[in-house]
């Protein structure tokens, strides 16, 4: 007999039960997930990080049986297609890792992001999104210009006017992770955001984790300017604050929120919580090795410890206090579990393989 991927103690079966089970529809799509096979990883890339290391304690890999499994694990009783992209990684062999997904996509019959980096021509991208039968593309700050500091990194320098145009011609999807520190709040993130609305109306444009606003002092007065936005999408993926739920479900409204995961990383044991505007993990002491390093991450014991589940469970009930906060209805909940993202994924012609 195999053994499961990972535990699923009783704490986290109490909580799924009580607390999420009937909240959740019985179909989902997961708008955000990563999948890729541990031999695309590259032996160095030499490349500046620029991001947080903590997601890569919870998985090595993530190949497509244990996306499924994480379901079924995590989700009992429920039907749940995911959206797939590989890793945003200079670590990983990006090609190796789209044609991965590919495969993947075409085997299972699920929507897939190819995974773009900047330098790529417009015909070279246009070209790659449609011989993989991707729906369109996932960017991140990773594949800037190594030059650039991280604290410098605009959105175009990742996701690159010329792209953008074809994107915006045929109404494909980019999955954008906003950077720079300030995150949702940044003036330059936010007019930026404002100039591909108003330049590219077609595009299908995801903003992931609602901007990286993971504490309050993230928004500013991001959310009084995005109120005025029409098309951009928000999912809640790798977020767990419930605040910051609130306002977005003020600011945009239900049809304009979709559910994701972040999976692998959100199989993670961890609660979250803000400290002078910064997020902290908090985590059973020993699980995930030496985290003293780590600014975002900090052990606990005892009974605290034994009381954490899933960092997965923790983004929906969040989501899920701040539905109820807003008298969000059933329908609401399974257009922004289920219904926008299918509006979404069946509004594009799949480009042909």
Sequence with gaps: MMKDLFEVKEVDRQFYERQLQ?????????????????????????????AVTWPSLVANDNPIEDLF????????????????????????????????????????RLPSLMVAKPEQSASEFED?????????????????????????IRIYDFLPPHQLEVLNRHGWIAMLHI????????????????????????????IAHVGRAYCPEDVGDAFDILAETKNMVFDFSANTNACVFRQLIQAVGPKRIVFGSDLPILRMRTRRICENGRYVNLVPAGLYGDVSGDSHLREVTGAEADAISFFLYEEIEAFRAAAEAESLTQSDIEDIFHNNARTMIDGIEVPRR
Aim: glycine content about 6%; proline content about 8%.
């Design 69 to 108: 499994e994480t379901y079924r694990l995590m989700f009992p009783g429920k039907d749940v297609t995911p959206l797939i992209f590989s890793q945003v990684s200079m670590d990983y062999d990006i090609e190796a890792g789209n044609e991965y997904v590919r495969q993947c996509a075409e085997r299972h």
């Design 22 to 50: 009937a909240f959740l529809p019985n179909r989902i799509i997961d708008i955000h997930t990563h999948v890729w096979p541990d031999r695309i990883r590259l032996a160095s890339s030499g490349t500046p990080v620029r």
């Design 128 to 152: 790659g999104i449609e011989r993989g039968g991707f729906l369109g593309c996932k960017v991140y700050l990773n594949f800037s210009a190594p030059y650039i500091p991280e604290k410098e």
């Design 179 to 206: 950077p720079r520190d300030g995150r949702l709040k940044d003036p330059v993130n936010l007019a930026q955001m404002l100039e591909i609305e108003r330049r590219y109306p077609s595009l299908k444009l995801i």
